[in-house]
Each structure stands twice: as structure tokens, then as C-alpha cells.
């Protein structure tokens, strides 16, 4: 199985803030990742595909970048709204493996 | 708008068969992958398996031997049982649509609400 790991597992911040957040995986997988939002009580939301492509529907503000094993989401200017939990997730292989998870809270 | 609504039961003994149902409104059933992931409480995302309309299915294999999925193509609906439950099974159980991304992958784009599943004596 390929081992998904996140840095941080979690983050404080403030409403206009940049966010990054990492994403590893244990080989290379290509671009084929995925970046999801969970908020509490809800189900994930995909945000970004393939490494960099934006779903439909999700704000500019959100943008995905890497290829092979080193990936990060970015929040370039943090709003209310953002405040969850962020999960990537490798497409390459199967089992579909999913990171342990950033929670982005309230600074 | 592509919708999924998930029900099942939500209380199990230990030894007991979860079985939960999916089903897609609003778009079509072919062309995608249908998937079970889950969420034990207050832990991280696991894949458990999916499904194409032709019954094509792709299992996590910590899960395989328990687990079976199904498809109703004629009320499109798809299906997860898993069996043998215990209580490390307790979790918020999604289905989810995966639809390719040209080449580039596929993705879980359309999730259901979730289904919470406790299995306790």
C-alpha cells in the first residue's frame, strides 16, 4: 500500500492568512492526487484533482501543487468558511489511501 | 445535480452483517466507479472498496474477505455488506461517486451524507 503522510496535523490560524500544508507519499504517484475538505459532522468535499486542478464550484483561493511524492495544498488568504480538516489522497494505486488529516483552526 | 442517499441499519451486535445501500439521483450510473469509504470516530478517511455499473469491484484488502459490494443498475443503487463485524467496525460509513479526470486519475466527486454504524453488545 502506498503510506500518505501530512505536515502539519494541524495548524492555527487567522482569517487572511496563507496556509500550506504537505502531503507525502511513500513512492511516486505521479500527479494523481487529491485534496479534500471536511468539516465537523459533514462528508469530505473535494477541493483539487490531479495535483492541481480546482473542482468546479471551489474558490480561487484554494490551489494544489507537486508531482511524484511531495505535494501541498495552498489557502492564499484564509476566510471563516476554511476552518476544517484538509485530507489528500493518492489515485495511483489501489487501496485508494488517504493522509491522517490537517485540522486548520482558529488562531 | 448529482445526489447520493445512503441508508442501513445503524446498530449491530458483534458477529452481525453491516449492509448499507446507495443511491444515485439526478445523473447517469455508467461511467463511474461507486465507492464505500469510512470513518471511525474521530479518526481519518479508509477506503473500502467500489464498484462499476458492470459490477467491476476493487476491494481494500484489509477489508476484503468481509467485505462484498453490489450493484442494482435498475434502480441505481449499489450495495456494501460486510460481515463479522466487531467493534472496530463502529464508524461514519460515506459512499461516494468516482468519476475519471481525464486521464489524470479518479476522484470521489459527489459524496453521500454518511451513515453512522456502531457495533456494541
Known amino acids: 500500500d502506498i503510506q500518505m503522510t501530512q505536515s502539519p496535523s494541524s495548524v492555527s490560524a487567522s482569517v487572511g492568512d496563507r496556509v500550506t500544508i504537505t502531503c507525502r507519499a511513500s513512492?511516486?504517484?505521479?500527479?494523481?492526487l487529491a485534496w479534500y475538505q471536511q468539516k465537523p459532522g459533514k462528508a469530505p468535499k473535494l477541493l483539487i484533482y490531479a495535483a492541481s486542478s480546482l473542482q468546479s464550484g471551489v474558490p480561487s483561493r484554494f490551489s494544489g501543487s507537486g508531482s511524484g511524492t511531495d505535494f501541498t495544498l495552498t489557502i492564499s488568504s484564509l476566510q471563516p468558511e476554511d476552518f476544517a480538516t484538509y485530507y489528500c489522497?493518492?489515485?495511483?494505486?489501489?487501496?485508494?489511501?488517504f493522509g491522517p488529516g490537517t485540522k486548520v483552526d482558529i488562531k | 445535480q448529482v445526489q447520493l442517499q445512503q441508508w442501513g441499519a445503524g446498530l449491530l451486535k458483534p458477529s452481525e452483517t453491516l449492509s448499507l445501500t446507495c443511491a444515485v439521483y439526478?445523473?447517469?450510473?455508467?461511467?463511474?466507479?461507486w465507492s464505500w469509504i469510512r470513518q471511525p470516530p474521530g479518526k481519518g478517511l479508509e477506503w473500502i472498496g467500489e464498484i462499476n455499473h458492470s459490477g467491476s469491484t476493487n476491494y481494500n484488502p484489509s477489508l476484503k474477505s468481509r467485505v462484498t459490494i453490489s450493484v442494482d443498475t435498475s434502480k441505481n443503487q449499489f450495495s456494501l455488506k460486510l460481515s463479522s463485524v466487531t467493534a472496530a467496525d463502529t464508524a461514519v460509513y460515506y459512499c461516494a461517486r468516482v468519476a475519471e479526470a481525464a486521464a489524470a486519475g479518479w476522484y470521489m466527486d459527489v459524496w453521500g451524507k454518511g451513515t453512522t454504524v456502531t457495533v456494541s453488545s
Open positions: 439526478g445523473g447517469s450510473f455508467s461511467g463511474y466507479y
Open positions: 513512492q511516486g504517484i505521479s500527479s494523481w
Open positions: 489522497q493518492q489515485a495511483n494505486s489501489f487501496p485508494r489511501t
